[in-house]
Protein backbone atom coordinates (compact mmCIF):
# COMPACT_ATOMS: atom_id res chain seq x y z
CA UNK A 1 0.00 0.00 0.00
CA UNK A 2 2.77 2.22 0.89
CA UNK A 3 4.66 1.50 -2.49
CA UNK A 4 1.34 2.61 -4.48
CA UNK A 5 0.92 5.41 -2.39
CA UNK A 6 4.14 6.46 -3.20
CA UNK A 7 3.97 5.84 -6.95
CA UNK A 8 0.44 7.52 -7.25
CA UNK A 9 2.14 10.99 -5.45
CA UNK A 10 5.28 10.34 -8.44
CA UNK A 11 2.69 10.77 -10.68
CA UNK A 12 1.10 13.77 -10.15
CA UNK A 13 4.43 15.29 -9.37
CA UNK A 14 6.09 18.12 -12.79
CA UNK A 15 9.17 16.77 -14.40
CA UNK A 16 10.80 13.51 -14.50
CA UNK A 17 13.58 14.58 -11.73
CA UNK A 18 10.60 16.05 -9.26
CA UNK A 19 9.05 12.18 -9.38
CA UNK A 20 12.28 10.48 -9.47
CA UNK A 21 13.57 12.66 -6.11
CA UNK A 22 10.03 12.29 -4.76
CA UNK A 23 10.39 8.87 -5.22
CA UNK A 24 13.71 8.21 -3.91
CA UNK A 25 12.12 10.61 -0.55
CA UNK A 26 9.53 8.41 0.14
CA UNK A 27 10.78 4.60 -0.85
CA UNK A 28 14.38 5.39 -0.22
CA UNK A 29 17.26 4.83 -2.23
CA UNK A 30 17.76 0.82 -1.63
CA UNK A 31 14.07 -0.08 -2.74
CA UNK A 32 14.63 3.08 -5.40
CA UNK A 33 17.60 1.35 -6.54
CA UNK A 34 16.37 -2.16 -6.74
CA UNK A 35 12.84 -0.71 -8.91
CA UNK A 36 15.02 0.74 -11.31
CA UNK A 37 14.77 4.23 -10.07
CA UNK A 38 17.90 6.47 -10.24
CA UNK A 39 18.67 10.28 -10.95
CA UNK A 40 20.48 11.35 -14.29
CA UNK A 41 23.68 13.33 -14.08
CA UNK A 42 22.56 17.23 -15.08
CA UNK A 43 23.05 17.48 -18.91
CA UNK A 44 23.01 13.51 -19.35
CA UNK A 45 22.11 12.85 -23.49
CA UNK A 46 21.24 9.40 -24.55
CA UNK A 47 22.02 8.90 -27.89
CA UNK A 48 19.78 5.82 -29.74
CA UNK A 49 21.36 4.80 -32.95
CA UNK A 50 18.56 2.85 -34.89
CA UNK A 51 19.40 1.25 -38.27
CA UNK A 52 16.52 1.12 -40.82
CA UNK A 53 16.28 -0.90 -44.27
CA UNK A 54 12.56 -0.92 -45.61
CA UNK A 55 10.90 -1.03 -42.43
CA UNK A 56 7.98 1.45 -42.65
CA UNK A 57 5.31 -0.62 -41.05
CA UNK A 58 7.13 -0.38 -37.69
CA UNK A 59 8.90 2.72 -38.06
CA UNK A 60 6.87 5.34 -37.06
CA UNK A 61 5.58 3.54 -33.87
CA UNK A 62 9.12 2.78 -33.10
CA UNK A 63 9.83 6.39 -32.87
CA UNK A 64 7.10 7.28 -30.79
CA UNK A 65 8.06 4.57 -28.16
CA UNK A 66 11.65 6.20 -28.06
CA UNK A 67 10.43 8.91 -27.37
CA UNK A 68 8.15 7.91 -25.00
CA UNK A 69 10.84 7.03 -22.68
CA UNK A 70 11.17 10.29 -21.49
CA UNK A 71 14.68 10.38 -21.40
CA UNK A 72 16.67 12.81 -22.49
CA UNK A 73 18.26 12.21 -26.12
CA UNK A 74 18.99 12.23 -29.77
CA UNK A 75 17.49 9.51 -32.10
CA UNK A 76 19.77 8.97 -34.78
CA UNK A 77 18.16 7.13 -37.85
CA UNK A 78 20.00 5.96 -40.71
CA UNK A 79 18.27 4.82 -43.20
CA UNK A 80 20.84 1.96 -45.49
CA UNK A 81 18.88 2.27 -48.88
CA UNK A 82 15.15 1.66 -48.18
CA UNK A 83 13.06 1.23 -50.84
CA UNK A 84 9.27 1.14 -48.96
CA UNK A 85 8.66 4.58 -48.19
CA UNK A 86 10.87 4.42 -45.23
CA UNK A 87 13.50 6.97 -46.45
CA UNK A 88 10.66 9.52 -47.69
CA UNK A 89 8.82 9.39 -44.48
CA UNK A 90 12.20 10.39 -42.51
CA UNK A 91 13.45 12.49 -44.91
CA UNK A 92 10.12 14.23 -44.25
CA UNK A 93 10.58 14.32 -40.24
CA UNK A 94 13.94 15.71 -40.93
CA UNK A 95 12.63 18.78 -42.70
CA UNK A 96 10.20 19.01 -40.02
CA UNK A 97 13.08 20.32 -37.96
CA UNK A 98 10.57 22.07 -35.89
CA UNK A 99 8.91 19.47 -34.46
CA UNK A 100 11.80 16.71 -34.62
CA UNK A 101 14.62 18.65 -33.03
CA UNK A 102 15.64 15.53 -31.28
CA UNK A 103 16.06 13.90 -34.44
CA UNK A 104 19.20 13.58 -37.29
CA UNK A 105 18.60 11.71 -40.24
CA UNK A 106 21.16 10.20 -42.19
CA UNK A 107 21.16 8.48 -45.67
CA UNK A 108 23.12 5.87 -47.00
CA UNK A 109 22.95 6.03 -51.04
CA UNK A 110 23.47 2.62 -51.65
CA UNK A 111 22.83 -0.90 -48.98
CA UNK A 112 25.87 -1.43 -46.66
CA UNK A 113 24.02 -3.60 -44.20
CA UNK A 114 23.15 -3.28 -40.65
CA UNK A 115 27.00 -3.26 -39.76
CA UNK A 116 26.96 -0.40 -42.15
CA UNK A 117 24.11 1.58 -40.73
CA UNK A 118 25.25 0.86 -37.24
CA UNK A 119 28.54 2.76 -37.26
CA UNK A 120 27.59 5.61 -39.64
CA UNK A 121 25.18 6.09 -36.61
CA UNK A 122 28.19 5.45 -33.67
CA UNK A 123 30.12 7.88 -35.31
CA UNK A 124 27.81 10.57 -35.40
CA UNK A 125 26.25 9.84 -31.55
CA UNK A 126 27.00 13.04 -29.21
CA UNK A 127 25.60 11.57 -26.06
CA UNK A 128 27.07 10.88 -22.77
CA UNK A 129 26.08 7.17 -23.70
CA UNK A 130 25.06 5.41 -26.79
CA UNK A 131 22.19 2.42 -27.18
CA UNK A 132 21.52 0.78 -30.52
CA UNK A 133 17.89 -0.14 -31.27
CA UNK A 134 16.70 -1.69 -34.40
CA UNK A 135 13.14 -0.17 -36.21
CA UNK A 136 11.47 -3.17 -35.70
CA UNK A 137 9.39 -3.73 -32.82
CA UNK A 138 11.06 -6.97 -31.54
CA UNK A 139 12.74 -4.70 -28.83
CA UNK A 140 11.08 -2.73 -26.52
CA UNK A 141 12.35 1.10 -25.52
CA UNK A 142 11.02 0.64 -22.10
CA UNK A 143 14.43 -1.31 -20.95
CA UNK A 144 16.45 1.94 -22.14
CA UNK A 145 16.25 2.77 -17.83
CA UNK A 146 17.10 -0.83 -17.10
CA UNK A 147 20.36 -0.90 -19.08
CA UNK A 148 21.35 2.70 -18.70
CA UNK A 149 21.87 2.39 -14.98
CA UNK A 150 24.69 0.75 -14.39
CA UNK A 151 26.37 2.64 -16.57
CA UNK A 152 24.88 5.89 -14.67
CA UNK A 153 25.83 4.55 -11.31
CA UNK A 154 29.16 4.11 -12.37
CA UNK A 155 29.48 0.18 -12.38
CA UNK A 156 29.37 -0.69 -15.80
CA UNK A 157 31.08 0.58 -19.25
CA UNK A 158 28.87 -1.54 -21.48
CA UNK A 159 25.62 -3.37 -21.21
CA UNK A 160 24.35 -5.97 -22.66
CA UNK A 161 20.40 -6.72 -22.91
CA UNK A 162 19.88 -10.39 -22.64
CA UNK A 163 16.90 -12.16 -24.18
CA UNK A 164 17.23 -15.12 -22.34
CA UNK A 165 17.32 -13.61 -18.95
CA UNK A 166 13.60 -11.67 -19.19
CA UNK A 167 10.09 -12.67 -18.32
CA UNK A 168 8.44 -11.32 -21.20
CA UNK A 169 9.69 -13.29 -24.89
CA UNK A 170 7.75 -14.45 -27.51
CA UNK A 171 7.72 -18.09 -28.31
CA UNK A 172 9.22 -18.60 -31.90
CA UNK A 173 12.03 -21.04 -33.38
CA UNK A 174 13.80 -23.31 -31.56
CA UNK A 175 16.58 -23.67 -34.04
CA UNK A 176 17.45 -19.86 -33.56
CA UNK A 177 17.02 -19.50 -29.86
CA UNK A 178 19.55 -22.74 -30.41
CA UNK A 179 21.96 -20.89 -32.93
CA UNK A 180 22.11 -17.58 -30.29
CA UNK A 181 23.32 -20.43 -27.63
CA UNK A 182 25.97 -22.15 -29.40
CA UNK A 183 27.27 -18.52 -31.20
CA UNK A 184 27.15 -17.10 -27.82
CA UNK A 185 29.31 -20.22 -25.92
CA UNK A 186 31.86 -19.65 -28.60
CA UNK A 187 31.97 -15.89 -28.23
CA UNK A 188 32.79 -16.55 -24.67
CA UNK A 189 35.06 -18.78 -24.75
CA UNK A 190 37.00 -16.21 -27.18
CA UNK A 191 36.34 -13.34 -24.93
CA UNK A 192 36.73 -14.86 -21.47
CA UNK A 193 33.02 -13.56 -21.05
CA UNK A 194 29.99 -14.88 -19.37
CA UNK A 195 27.47 -13.86 -21.19
CA UNK A 196 24.13 -15.20 -22.28
CA UNK A 197 22.93 -13.19 -25.15
CA UNK A 198 25.93 -11.96 -27.18
CA UNK A 199 23.66 -11.66 -30.37
CA UNK A 200 21.21 -9.31 -28.45
CA UNK A 201 20.53 -5.62 -30.18
CA UNK A 202 20.10 -3.85 -27.00
CA UNK A 203 24.05 -2.97 -26.25
CA UNK A 204 24.37 0.21 -23.78
CA UNK A 205 28.08 1.67 -24.04
CA UNK A 206 29.85 4.59 -22.08
CA UNK A 207 30.32 7.29 -25.46
CA UNK A 208 34.13 7.24 -24.26
CA UNK A 209 34.27 3.12 -25.00
CA UNK A 210 31.97 3.53 -28.00
CA UNK A 211 34.13 6.44 -29.52
CA UNK A 212 37.12 3.92 -29.39
CA UNK A 213 35.43 0.80 -31.38
CA UNK A 214 33.44 2.54 -33.91
CA UNK A 215 35.92 3.90 -36.26
CA UNK A 216 37.47 0.34 -36.08
CA UNK A 217 33.83 -1.71 -37.41
CA UNK A 218 34.27 -3.54 -40.27
CA UNK A 219 31.08 -5.56 -40.47
CA UNK A 220 28.38 -5.07 -42.52
CA UNK A 221 25.67 -7.34 -41.74
CA UNK A 222 24.74 -8.78 -38.78
CA UNK A 223 28.43 -9.89 -38.03
CA UNK A 224 28.31 -6.67 -35.71
CA UNK A 225 27.41 -8.16 -32.81
CA UNK A 226 30.25 -10.66 -32.33
CA UNK A 227 32.78 -7.84 -33.72
CA UNK A 228 31.56 -5.43 -30.99
CA UNK A 229 31.72 -7.81 -28.21
CA UNK A 230 35.14 -8.70 -29.02
CA UNK A 231 36.17 -5.37 -29.20
CA UNK A 232 34.33 -4.29 -26.25
CA UNK A 233 35.73 -7.58 -24.38
CA UNK A 234 39.18 -6.91 -25.60
CA UNK A 235 39.63 -3.29 -23.66
CA UNK A 236 41.89 -3.61 -20.78
CA UNK A 237 39.78 -2.84 -17.32
CA UNK A 238 36.42 -3.01 -19.25
CA UNK A 239 33.13 -3.96 -17.07
CA UNK A 240 30.45 -5.22 -19.38
CA UNK A 241 27.06 -6.29 -17.61
CA UNK A 242 24.05 -7.99 -18.49
CA UNK A 243 20.25 -7.12 -17.89
CA UNK A 244 17.25 -8.79 -18.74
CA UNK A 245 15.11 -7.38 -21.28
CA UNK A 246 11.33 -7.98 -22.95
CA UNK A 247 11.30 -9.15 -26.05
CA UNK A 248 8.74 -10.09 -29.07
CA UNK A 249 10.47 -11.82 -32.19
CA UNK A 250 9.16 -11.44 -35.46
CA UNK A 251 8.32 -13.99 -38.26
CA UNK A 252 10.01 -14.28 -41.39
CA UNK A 253 6.50 -13.04 -42.66
CA UNK A 254 6.32 -10.29 -40.13
CA UNK A 255 9.78 -9.18 -41.78
CA UNK A 256 12.36 -10.76 -39.72
CA UNK A 257 16.34 -10.58 -42.30
CA UNK A 258 18.48 -12.42 -40.17
CA UNK A 259 19.22 -15.98 -42.31
CA UNK A 260 21.61 -19.25 -41.66
CA UNK A 261 24.10 -17.46 -42.96
CA UNK A 262 24.67 -14.71 -41.12
CA UNK A 263 24.83 -17.30 -38.59
CA UNK A 264 28.02 -18.82 -40.52
CA UNK A 265 28.79 -15.22 -40.93
CA UNK A 266 28.46 -14.72 -37.32
CA UNK A 267 30.87 -17.79 -36.31
CA UNK A 268 33.33 -16.75 -38.93
CA UNK A 269 33.65 -13.24 -36.58
CA UNK A 270 33.78 -14.98 -33.81
CA UNK A 271 37.16 -16.36 -34.30
CA UNK A 272 38.40 -13.39 -36.88
CA UNK A 273 37.86 -10.54 -34.28
CA UNK A 274 38.71 -13.24 -31.25
CA UNK A 275 41.95 -10.33 -30.53
CA UNK A 276 39.09 -7.38 -30.25
CA UNK A 277 41.00 -4.02 -31.11
CA UNK A 278 44.39 -6.20 -30.76
CA UNK A 279 43.22 -7.60 -34.23
Known sequence: EQLLDAVEQSALAGSESQRV?????LLGPALCRRLG????????KLSVVMPVYNEMRTLPTVIERVRATGLPLELIIVDDGSRDGSREYLTALRDDSANNADLVVLLHERNQGKGGAVRTGLLAASGDAVIIQDADLEYDPGDYRSLLQPIVEGEADVVFGSRFKGDNQRVLYFWHSVGNYVLTMLSNMMTNLNLTDMETCYKAFRADVIQKIAPTLKEKRFGTEPELTAKAASMPGIRIYERAISYRGRTYAEGKKITWRDGIRALWCIFKYRNGLNG
Open 37 to 44: IFRLPDGF
Open 21 to 25: ELLLK
